[in-house]
T-cell receptor
């Protein structure tokens, strides 16, 4: 099976702009989670989707949003970008979304906000 | 929410020695504890995981132990090799669906 894929791999934006990142899970996986990785804060949970429903959300401002489509592909959107949003954004998929199961990560999208 | 603390933040060992990384968690309802290895510029990869109904799990040179009473779990790597050099993350997941990660341990194995 193909692994988790993310597009684009790299993005450069300026403050105030918005950005949309995409994640395609492993075929058959129904749960997609998003994480932000920065040198100072490590890996932080953004939100999780299962069957097009957001089930859990991390402690991030409302500028961060996401959605999941019927084919399990997911997008996350960040509006009104700030310098501090520069990070590696990782998505991860799991099969049944039951919690105690392996999450497989994509390669990430590296976002730089100038 | 869940809080996961990881120590040490950096660890340097000689090839062939053992490496131990320790994590503690706060939510007693957490029931799944994976460990991920992330090499520079690459995605995190699961190396081993343990569920709360198990105290220890081994996979070749890697082992994980879990003490539910004390709410801590540890990663043990024996006979370390230079290719083990990477950042290792512990994580815990509870009744929700969010993996809460430790801040990571940068392991350097010197020949």
């Amino acid at each position: 099976k193909a692994g988790v894929t993310q597009t684009p791999r790299y993005l450069i934006k300026t403050r105030g702009q918005q950005v949309t990142l995409s994640c395609s899970p492993i075929s058959g996986h129904r749960s997609v989670s998003w994480y932000q990785q920065t040198p100072g804060q490590g890996l932080q949970f953004l939100f999780e989707y299962f069957s097009e429903t957001q089930r859990n959300k991390g402690n991030f401002p409302g500028r961060f949003s996401g959605r999941q489509f019927s084919n399990s592909r997911s997008e996350m959107n960040v509006s009104t970008l700030e310098l501090g949003d520069s990070a590696l954004y990782l998505c991860a998929s799991s099969a049944a979304g039951q919690g105690a199961e392996t999450q497989y990560f994509g390669p990430g999208t590296r976002l730089l906000v100038l | 929410g869940e809080n996961v603390e990881q120590h040490p933040s950096t660890l340097s060992v000689q090839e062939g020695d053992s490496a131990v990384i320790k994590c503690t968690y706060s939510d007693s309802a957490s029931n799944y504890f994976p460990w991920y290895k992330q090499e520079l510029g690459k995605r995190p990869q699961l190396i081993i995981d343990i569920r709360s109904n198990v105290g220890e799990k081994k996979d070749q040179r890697i082992a994980v132990t879990l003490n539910k009473t004390a709410k801590h779990f540890s990663l043990h790597i024996t006979e370390t090799q230079p290719e083990d050099s990477a950042v290792y993350f512990c994580a815990a997941i509870g009744p929700g669906y969010a993996l809460n990660f430790g801040k990571g341990t940068s392991l350097l194995v010197t020949p």
